[in-house]
Nanobody, 125 residues
Framework: QVQLVESGGGTVQPGDSLKLSCGAS????????MGWFRQAPGKDREFVAG????????WYASSVKGRFTVSRDNAKNLMYLQMNSLKPEDTAVYYC??????????????????WGQGTQVTVSS
């Protein structure tokens, strides 16, 4: 049974930073694409950032590019999302996800098979 657990969410002010973590258990992830998504109240879940298994490829939604950085530590089965210069519009529940196709560069929810339960990020003054 694959389990993904996000942590690191919280309430911050505009301009602050947060670092989210995603821990994976149940099996060792080595070659799967991983990603971060978010869902704000009343909105669809949307792609935020993705990373290939060797971290050689990273890609971002235009709304977060230049402010967010995704990384991973395969030895520890961990993925991270460093979020800087946070804005109120970044407020959402953030989810980590694992895809099943090695090396796939994608922003589509359907390409990710395993999901965490989410962690709340609130940006408010």
């Amino acid at each position: 049974q694959v389990q993904l657990v996000e942590s690191g969410g919280g309430t911050v002010q505009p301009g602050d930073s947060l670092k989210l973590s995603c821990g994976a258990s149940g099996r060792t992830f080595t070659d799967e694409t991983m990603g971060w998504f978010r869902q704000a109240p009343g909105k669809d879940r949307e792609f935020v950032a993705g990373i290939t298994w060797d971290a050689g490829g990273t890609w971002y939604a235009s709304s977060v590019k230049g402010r967010f950085t995704v990384s991973r530590d395969n030895a520890k089965n961990l993925m991270y999302l460093q979020m800087n210069s946070l804005k109120p519009e970044d407020t959402a529940v953030y989810y980590c996800a694992v895809g099943s196709i090695s090396g796939l560069i994608t922003t589509l929810l359907k390409d990710f098979d395993f999901w965490g339960q989410g962690t709340q990020v609130t940006v408010s003054s």
